[in-house]
Every structure is written in C-alpha cells, then in structure tokens.
C-alpha cells in the first residue's frame, strides 16, 4: 500500500509539472515597435480554450493600464500540430508613442510580452543605421582577404584577377556570391547586387530622413562599395564572376573564382546568367550611376560597365542557365536590369526591352494568381525572393507612361497581392505567415514554409527574406496600383506586411526576434574565418518546417544540431537587404 501511494505521488508529480510546462502562457510581440497608424498584434498563447477574456496594454515607464480590450477568438494551427490555442490581442487602434508591454491575466496570474515602442517610422529609424553598420562589419576587408581576393585563381585556370571587396556571404560563410544555387534553375537567389541595389534604393527613397538622422553618407559609402565589388567582377569578356569561394578553408590561398554545384562541388561554370546575380547587378550599376558620385570607378563606368553587361547576356544568357532555359526568375532580373537601364539613359532601346521583359512575366501569371517558374504547372515559389518579380514590376511602373503597359502590369501586380493575401488567410493564421503555393511530388499544395526536397537537393533554411520581400511587394505593389488609402484591401496589406515584419522581430511561437541585438531574444553568436561573425543589423535565417518532412509541413527552430543549426541560426546578407527595403516602403513619403 504504501509502495502504491509512492508510486501515485510519484505520476501525480509528474503530471503536475507536465501540465504546468504545457499550459505556460507566453505574448509573443513585436519586439521592437510599430508605427502608430500601423496594425498592431500580439498573440496569446495558451494550452486550453479561453472565453470572453481581456488583454490589457500597459505604459512600461509609469506600470499605467492605457487600453483593454477582448481577445480573440481561440485559433491553432492544424498543419504545426502543436496543440496548443493562440489568441490575437489586437492594439491597432491604440496609436500614442511611448514604450508598452502586452499582459494578460487568467486565475490570479498575470502575463506580461516583452517591450515594444510606438513611434513614427520606428522600424526605419531605429534599426537603419544598425544594418548599415552590419554591412560593414561583414565587407572582405580584412588584409587575408584583401592579399588573396586581389590576385584571385579562376577554377581549371592559370589566369589571376583583381575581385576585392564585396561582403562575406553570412556569418558562417566568408565567401562571396552573386547567387550560390545556379544549378538549381528554379532557387538561384539574389545575394551581394541584391543587397547594393537595396543600399541604392534606400538612399534614393528616403533621403531626406537619412538625412535627418545622419546616416545616409554611410549607407551611401556601402552602396558603392557593394557596385566598385561588381565593376570588378565584370569580366574583360563583359560577363561577371559568380562566386568567390572560400572552400571553408582556413587559408585565404584556397579561395576561387567557380561556378557551384550542390555539396560544395565547384566547376568553371562562374560566369553568370540573369537570373544568377547579373540582372541585379546590371541593375544597381546603372541606377547608382545617376548620383554622379565615384568610388574606385566613375559614374560613366558604372554606366557602360551596366550597358557591356546587359548586351552580352542578351546573346549568352541560356548559355550560363545551367538548363539552358530561361525561367521566372531569369525574366524579373532582366526586367529590373532593363527598367535602370532605361531610367538612366532614357534611351528606347531600354524601353522596348523593358516591355519585353515586363509582358514575360505577364504571360507566367496564371488565372489563381501565381506565377509559373516553367512553361508547364510549377508554381513560383521562392525562399529569399518571392516579393521580387512584383517589386520589379512596380520599379518599372515609376518610369512606364503608356497608359495599355501600365493597365496590364497593374492588374498582373493586383492578381499576385490577391493571391498572397488568399494563400496566406485560406487556413487558422493567427501570425498571418505568409503561404505559398508549391510543386511536391507532382502534386500543386499549400503550405507555410518551403518544401525541404527541393531542386537543389539540400539547401532549406529558415525564410526571413521571403517574409520581409513579401511584405516589401505588398506596401510597393499598393501604392503603384493605386489601391484607396481606407479600402479593405490597402487594410489587409497593410497587415500582411505587418505580420512578416513582425515574426522576423519575435511575434512567432518561439519568442525570437531574428534582428541580432534588438528585442529580448536572439540566436546564439556564431564566428566564422578572418574573425567575421554575427553582427548587430543582421538578421537570422530564422524558422523552418519540421525537419524531416520533405513537404515542409510542421513547425521547427533549433539552436544546436550537430553543425546543422545554420539553417535556423545563421545571417544571411539577402535577409537584411529584404528587410531595409520593406522598412524603406513603410516610411510615409
């Protein structure tokens, strides 16, 4: 008997702390801030059904209640299969600056988020400067890359060439790329003239707060650092070199001009397609050549180096397409190579190919409002870039005047933020995580995060980029639509966008604000070669479906697994840079 009741006490216990871990009540939050026009959720999570309950807001300097309302109705997240109820405690109306906390009080406890701010263009303001310093912080600089990158090998080849400069790749991975998946036809992302096109962006569309807050002659600097790396990556045969690879070595001697295959085979394939860096980076030297600023080279050579480019990929493209076909992501890089060009020299030629380029992407929109990447049935999806054939087409539309062009780029635009907003709102979303649509296993489905089995074999990590470039294509693809500023839908976009933002900086199930140095919570610190690392202004790859599920369903974030943990841990360049030009967009103009 008494055997019995120790082994009772004993279950009893164990049930007791069982519970007690599964019922925790966390407020996952923004971590940094909201606008004060802008949506504004937290989300409860709690483990059992919740009835006409209250959230408070509170002012954290004074412990003052502001604002109280109801939260919403219980929702979970079939495809997570994590059990457990969120609620939305929705503030949107609630727009006086200050420094606030969420709580929530349920049987005499009370819970409380972490801190957030409202103020005007916070997110611009606060953390602009920080990404520009983590830019820096993550240049090819250091005198062992200097030395090598200056007399670099091309693969198979005795010929050595000057490609320094430029920014080490992440914060485990010192290598350089203008896209790194090119054998992936389908996946290639956009990597160093992404991020200096963004740089430029920025520049040019809130120079008057950069201004204002003193930062814009240093973003202005990263900017031409990152188009003098491109001018010398620009080869004597007017292509330019894809990849700089470190190899992981050690020994900056190791390092090479290749083109990639999966599991780190290189080859001599490096000369690079539109879709494999060159669109961007054709690009960002013809747009930043209007500033009639010089760095190591001239305005007028940004701008031939942009032209020499972009002729000989209109006779060579599928020859670098690794399939030797052109594809989605091939038609939205020229388009914005074609749109700078045709912005900086107003010359028709640009014009027509701009047009061109604009009406191929019009022909990959299908009837339920994605994009065909093929010629066939596979849907465009995209883990870093999903945002950018809109925001190409909206780049377009600043310059377009005929009125027949610009009708029918706007309702391409208009069936693409239909589309996501229907994907994304179609199943139990309390976080609004963008959706997307996908080619598995021969089958079109919908899920929330890219499918692990994949083109590339390998390559899936967490999709920060894809959320803040999605959200960058809803704020932009508003406006050049012209969609009225209290409609219902210029109000869902507002909140798609929102969201994105918003789960890269801790409003996700695992309290993880992505922007190293921000918020409460952030991943562990991670080194890589010529002491590069984590740096604060870098954003981490972030959350994934399960591991182990090809389809990636589930939910899944890891901060050790046995050198793996890069794929939720690590920065990435493109984050950061999708992320500054969604902030850039939410600034009033």
Known sequence: MIKFRKQLSCALLVLFFSVSAYSKTVIFVNQVGFDPKSPKIAIIE??????????????????KTVFTSKIGKAESVADWKLGIF?????????????????????????????????????????TISSIVHYYNKQRA????????????????????????????????????YFSHLAYANFVSPQQTPLVTWSLINTSEKISKQLRQWKIKDSLDNEAIWGADYMMRCLSDEDYFYMIVFSYFDKNPAARRIVGLKANSVTTDEYQSAFREGAGMAIASLARISKWNKSGDFTSKQYLDGAKRAYAHLLSNNTKYDDDGKENIIDDYCALMAA?????????????????????????????????????ENRPFWHAADAGLPIVALTRYLEKETDNKERNAVQNVIKKALD???????????????????????????????????????????????????LATAAIEGGKSILIPKNSNTKKELDLFASQQLSWILGCNPYSMCFLYEFGENNVPYMHSNYRHGSEKGGISNGITGKDGNGDGSGIDFKTEDKGNEWRWTEQWIPHSAWFLQAITAMVEP
């Not at 994304?424 to 079109?444: E, H, M």
């Not at 390998?458 to 894809?466: F, I, K, L, M």
């Open 339 to 375: 749109t700078e060009l045709w912005i900086a020299t107003n010359d028709v030629f640009y014009k027509n190919d701009a047009r061109k380029w604009a009406h191929k992407l019009e022909n990959r929109m299908t009837d339920k409002g994605w994009f065909r990447s093929n010629d």
């Open 86 to 126: 969120y609620y939305k405690a929705d503030f949107s109306s609630f727009q006086k600056p200050g420094n606030y906390k969420v709580t929530f009080k349920i049987a005499d406890q009370i819970y409380t988020s972490a801190r957030f701010s409202i103020e005007e263009n916070i997110l611009a303001k606060r």
């Open 141 to 176: 600089n250091t005198p062992e890359e200097l030395e090598a990158d200056k007399n670099m090998l091309l693969f198979g080849s005795t010929k050595k060439v000057d490609v320094h400069g430029g920014w080490c790749d992440a914060s485990g991975d010192v290598s350089k």
């Open 419 to 469: 589309y996501n907003l229907s994907v994304t709102n179609n199943v139990a979303n309390p976080f609004g995580y963008a959706r997307q649509s996908f080619l598995y296993n021969n089958k079109i489905q919908d899920g929330f995060f890219i499918p692990h089995e994949n083109e590339t074999g390998w390559w899936w990590q967490g999709e920060n980029a894809r959320l803040a470039s």
């Open 46 to 63: 709690y483990y059992s059904n919740l009835l006409n309950s209250t959230f408070d807001l509170i002012d954290a300097d004074s412990g």
